[in-house]
C-alpha cells in the first residue's frame, strides 16, 4: 500500500532564505508526483508536475526533483518571501486507478 | 473564469440532515474526482469519474455517500443522515488524459455538522 511522507510537519525560516521540502513514498510505482500549496481555509493549487520518466522540473523560483529508485521528491524554494508562507503537500498518482495519494503536508512559514 | 467551481462554499447542517454538494469541472476535462480533507492531513480520495461512469470508490465512501455525473459534465456528491465525522473540506478536481492526469482542483466546499 502506498504511504507518502512529509517532512517536518512544520517549517519556519528568515525571508531570503532558500529552503527544501521533502517527501517521501513507499512504492516506486507511480505515474506522477505534484506538489500542491495550500493558503489557510482554502483549495490546492498545483505548484509542479513530474512525471515518473522525469528528474525535475522548475517554475521561477520552484525547483522540484524526483528520484523514484529511492522512493524521494524535494521542493526547493529560492529566496523565500513572505508570501510564500503556505501548506505545501505532495501527492503521487498511483498508476492503475488515477487517484492521488497525499502527504500531510508542511505548514512553512516565511518571516519578515 | 475556466476552473473547476464548487458550490457551496461553505454548508453548515445539523446531524442527521441531508447535504448536497456540486462541482463544475474545467470544461474539456473528461475526468473528475472527490477527495475529503479533515484538519491537519492531507486530502483521502473518495471516488473518481471517467465520463459519466464512476470508475472507482474508496472504502471511506459509505452508504451514506452517493456521487453522480450524470452528463459527464458537473457532479453532484451527497450525504445522507449526516453525522458529526462528515465534517471536512470537500474538494472536486478534474483532469485530461492529454496533460498528464494533472489534476487541477476546486476551493472545496467546508462542511460543518451541529
Known amino acids: 500500500k502506498q504511504e507518502v511522507t512529509q517532512i517536518p510537519a512544520a517549517l519556519s525560516v528568515p525571508e531570503g532564505e532558500n529552503l527544501v521540502l521533502n517527501c517521501s513514498f513507499t512504492?516506486?510505482?507511480?505515474?506522477?508526483l505534484q506538489w500542491f500549496r495550500q493558503d489557510p481555509g482554502k483549495g490546492l493549487t498545483s505548484l509542479l508536475l513530474?512525471?515518473?520518466s522525469q528528474r525535475e522540473q522548475t517554475s521561477g523560483r520552484l525547483n522540484a526533483s524526483l528520484d523514484k529508485s529511492s522512493g524521494r521528491s524535494t521542493l526547493y524554494i529560492a529566496a523565500s518571501q513572505p508570501g510564500d508562507s503556505a501548506t505545501y503537500l505532495c501527492a503521487v498518482l498511483v498508476d492503475s486507478n488515477y487517484q492521488l495519494i497525499w502527504g500531510a503536508g508542511t505548514k512553512l512559514i516565511i518571516k519578515p | 473564469d475556466t476552473g473547476v467551481s464548487q458550490n457551496p462554499r461553505h454548508k453548515i447542517t445539523k446531524r442527521g440532515q441531508n447535504v448536497t454538494f456540486r462541482c463544475d469541472p474545467i470544461s474539456e476535462h473528461n475526468r473528475l474526482y472527490w477527495y475529503r480533507q479533515t484538519l491537519g492531513q492531507g486530502p483521502e480520495f473518495l471516488t473518481y469519474f471517467q465520463n459519466e461512469a464512476q470508475l472507482e470508490k474508496s472504502r471511506l465512501l459509505s452508504d451514506r455517500f452517493s456521487a453522480e455525473r450524470p452528463k459527464g459534465s458537473f457532479s453532484t456528491l451527497e450525504i445522507q443522515r449526516t453525522e458529526q465525522g462528515d465534517s471536512a473540506m470537500y474538494l472536486c478536481?478534474?483532469?485530461?488524459?492529454?496533460?498528464?492526469?494533472?489534476?487541477?482542483f476546486g476551493p472545496g466546499t467546508r462542511l460543518t455538522v451541529l
Open positions: 513530474i512525471q515518473s
Open positions: 512504492d516506486s510505482a507511480i505515474y506522477n
Open positions: 478536481a478534474s483532469s485530461t488524459t492529454s496533460t498528464y492526469n494533472e489534476q487541477f
